[in-house]
């Protein structure tokens, strides 16, 4: 790395952390209306930074009425260099429950080397170690090593769909060789990591029913079907109790992952008594026989029932046996299975199993494939070492068994594949009060994240 | 029966529909605490035709903040006759939807022989025809052929536990040879019809734990235990697809009905079809084989699953594996099942089953044992020829699948078997829109009532 560079960022470390500070202080939560105009305002913070860093065609990108604005910023002016798009999301969670909160939500206040705040690091910390990384070159060098696009979105919090339609309609605009996804956390503090993984997911409503209307279990029950008790008989046999999944035909394109990923995560610090105990606080896991807890999670699909619609639920009894129970179920994916053949074998597989006398309806939700990058690629190869040379350790590979669904959108859409590298710790409580960011990972991301754009440009 | 009875029931046919439209036009819902002071007009108004006609010690007996009250009536005057304790109730089913009422539900109104109004066959139409019954005697005799108590609760519509408590506590003031109901109906109509069995109940919310929070199914699917995966586990374990109970000797004493009783269900004009087309609406009858559906509904006991509490049950997705769900499930218990017996072996079996990393919990929220009469009995007996005098046809006998709790209380505290006699009709629109009572059927109920004290006088 350059020594104006890294001087540079030594030199500015209260600047940039003041300028954190800043932006935690706007409460930019995307499910609450009335925060729109703090949306608004967290969006022009960075667009600001962005334009006054150096950065072109600074755009903020109004979506419909109800849609929160993207923020656009390009620098394209390394000519046969690649181009990276680098994202991350500026709308944060709600705070609630606040008494929990040590100190209020939005006033970051500093303990013990941490941050603490609503969105310190999800998402609003390592979107703006992004924005100094990159800012750090204009200032000492006046230009960048690579081209670079900034794609930063309100609505990861919501579930929003304008990022993807924006996409969608605007695939050369966006055009990269690679995507950085600033999103994610490491393994274990002090441990540099990139996630290479990520799991699919088709979440589906499954709805079954048996009478006409609700019926009184004294005057029918032993003679009229039951839609709840249908729901408990397919939910059986859709995943056995040894956390195999029976639907025919769901491992078919199952691929394992690489003999040398499965040989990293073996060497992970992790502790599965820890995990159960203490993190999950439960008395025995559950899952597939034959593979290790981190591959049930991170590359083995599952089905999960998420809630049950239907019948009665309030205090006390009721007899009632309802007409219409729907459930909530979903599949995780992993490469290489197809979402639509997924649904397809399920739908088929539920109306085979399906109680006399209950009628089934399947609604698709949402889905999406898995998506990983090979630990092999350019990409990853050059976070790993930028890691590395910030971290002074090797860089760990993991997965996650959950979904960015953005990552998806890139690589369908862009075909550009994701470094997903975040510097989160395990116990920031993402979503939770207390919310926190580890101050020296702040300023190793800055570091990390200059080193890798010097990486891509060599 | 005496001829000056008779002739006066049929004198005052037009004062008694009179009255009752009078009863009716009072909107005495329990559900609803505004309407308090009507459930107290109503109650006022039986206990004002009670003292008018004869009766002694007519009280309206108020209850605990919240309760509603009773209204008693006794005359005691035959010595060496046996005594009969009469029950009915007041109070009414709330009346929405109000829009699908041809005619508004608290102004009562008369259209092909039927009278329209909410309790007109539930329970006031069949309440006041005990009254003028009564009357009668009074107006003819001067006194009544045998011992009479009355009881007439505001709270059956509301499980209310007020009759319960007095019922306990008063056991000799309420001493009684026998109680005669009068809140049931013909199984079809012209066909006189005696309710001699009620199935019991045992209602219970299974509660099942598996870790000490909520959590992200794409994090934790695969290897955290899931508390609705294991419900529903459960609720297979606990009754077959066959509709059979697999709780170790649940079926144990379950005792069969009479050959008498099984031969007079079979004549029952009971079309399979049109109860599983028609009545239920759906395409398919369940249950145990070997039992016809009489047979499953009203002598064989059954479980039903009636709701679940926890995870996720609003719109759209949310990939919550929850560290909790609660399901609501009942037993519907037979001649001699023991309630505390069956809850016992029903603990026992779930914790036999539930599956690793849950920990489960049974909250029993009601239980009460069946409840059948002999139909060799003096008392069916004579309400069997009551019936067959007015109606000109043989008197059939069936049971209920659900509870009249307050059947349970007289035969558990007062020791008095109850003859379930009662006029309405399957299409009578109980709870729901449109609730009738059929004009002949309240008119030969007076009379009916009248011939069954008689009986009992002989």
């Not at 419909?64 to 999301?89: D, F, N, R, S």
């Not at 999103?183 to 993984?197: S, V």
């Not at 930028?386 to 860089?395: I, M, R």
Request: charge should be neutral; proline fraction near 7%; aromatic fraction near 10%.
């Amino acid at each position: 790395m350059s020594t104006s560079l890294f001087d540079y960022y030594e030199a500015n470390k209260e600047k940039h952390l003041d300028g954190l500070l800043q932006l935690l202080r706007i409460p930019s939560i995307s499910t609450l209306a009335e925060h729109n105009p703090d949306i608004q305002r967290a969006a022009e913070f960075l667009a600001t930074e962005l334009r006054e860093m150096g950065m072109k065609t600074v755009e903020i990108i109004q979506g419909k009425e109800g849609q929160h604005p993207l923020v656009y910023a390009e620098w394209l002016e390394a000519p046969g260099k690649p181009t990276l798009l680098i994202y991350g999301h500026y709308d944060v969670q709600p705070a609630d429950p606040l008494d929990e909160w040590t100190t209020p939500p939005f006033e970051p206040a500093i303990r013990n080397n941490n941050i603490y705040a609503r969105g310190a690091v999800d998402d609003k910390g390592q979107v703006y170690l992004l924005v100094k990384a990159v800012e750090g070159f204009f200032k000492t060098e006046g230009k960048l090593p690579i081209n670079v696009k900034f794609l930063i979105e309100g609505e990861e919090e919501v579930g929003g769909e304008f990022i993807d339609e924006y996409i969608m309609a605007n695939p050369d605009r966006l055009k990269a060789d690679a995507a950085l996804v600033c999103d994610t956390e490491f393994f274990a503090p002090e441990l540099p990591t990139l996630n290479t993984g990520l799991r699919g997911l088709v979440y589906t409503e499954l709805e079954a029913r048996a009478a006409a209307h609700d019926l009184h279990s004294g005057m029918y029950g032993g003679a009229a079907p039951n839609p709840m008790q249908a729901l408990a008989e397919i939910i059986n046999k859709l995943k056995g109790p040894d956390g195999k999944i029976l639907i025919p035909g769901f491992y078919k394109r199952v691929k394992k992952p690489t003999a040398a990923e499965l040989a990293s995560w073996k060497r992970l610090p992790f502790n599965e008594k820890n995990f159960m105990k203490k993190e999950i606080g439960t008395t025995a896991l559950v899952g597939e026989r034959g593979f290790s807890v981190l591959e049930r999670l991170w590359s083995r699909p599952t089905l999960e029932v998420h809630g049950f619609r239907g019948g009665f639920t309030g205090e006390g009894a009721k007899t009632v046996i309802p007409a219409v129970s729907t459930a909530k179920i979903s599949m995780r994916l992993v490469p290489d299975m197809k979402p639509n053949e997924i649904i397809s074998l399920y739908k088929k597989y539920v109306k085979k199993i399906t109680p006399p006398g209950i009628k089934t309806q399947i609604r698709i939700l949402s889905s999406a494939p898995a998506s990983v990058v090979s630990t092999d690629s350019r990409w990853i190869a050059a976070g790993a070492e930028a890691l590395e040379q910030v971290f002074n350790k090797k860089t760990v590979y993991m997965r996650s068994g959950g979904s960015i669904p953005v990552v998806g959108t890139f690589q369908k859409y862009l075909k550009a594949p994701s470094v997903m590298m975040g510097f989160g710790l395990p116990d920031d409580n993402l979503h939770a009060p207390n919310e926190k960011f580890h101050i020296p990972n702040f300023y190793r991301g800055i570091e990390t994240v200059g080193r890798f754009l010097e990486l891509l440009g060599q």
